[in-house]
């Protein structure tokens, strides 16, 4: 019995998960043909990118976005 109610219970925390990360990157991805391109300069984001961070931009593009956002939010986001 108690395996159905940590089941349950795991499920509840994944979902929790999930919508954590969700809310962390709310930014749509620019996807072209199944393909993630970087929002501001169209560059192919590696795969690799998009599953550690779930990255929309490109490495480039995203330090001047993170360095940009310093100035007004004390949150950086951090890949
Ligand atoms: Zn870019």
């Given at each position: 019995m108690t395996d159905v109610v940590d089941r349950a219970s795991q499920l509840e925390e994944m979902q929790r998960e999930q919508a954590l990360k969700a809310n962390k990157q709310h930014e749509k991805p620019l996807v072209v043909k199944g393909v993630r391109h970087c929002l501001e300069c169209d560059d192919i984001i590696q795969t690799q990118r998009i599953k550690l961070v779930?990255?929309?931009?490109c490495i480039n593009c995203q330090q001047l976005f993170d360095h940009q956002q310093k100035h007004y939010r004390k949150t950086g986001r951090q890949f």
């Amino acid at each position: 019995m108690t395996d159905v109610v940590d089941r349950a219970s795991q499920l509840e925390e994944m979902q929790r998960e999930q919508a954590l990360k969700a809310n962390k990157q709310h930014e749509k991805p620019l996807v072209v043909k199944g393909v993630r391109h970087c929002l501001e300069c169209d560059d192919i984001i590696q795969t690799q990118r998009i599953k550690l961070v779930n990255a929309v931009r490109c490495i480039n593009c995203q330090q001047l976005f993170d360095h940009q956002q310093k100035h007004y939010r004390k949150t950086g986001r951090q890949f």
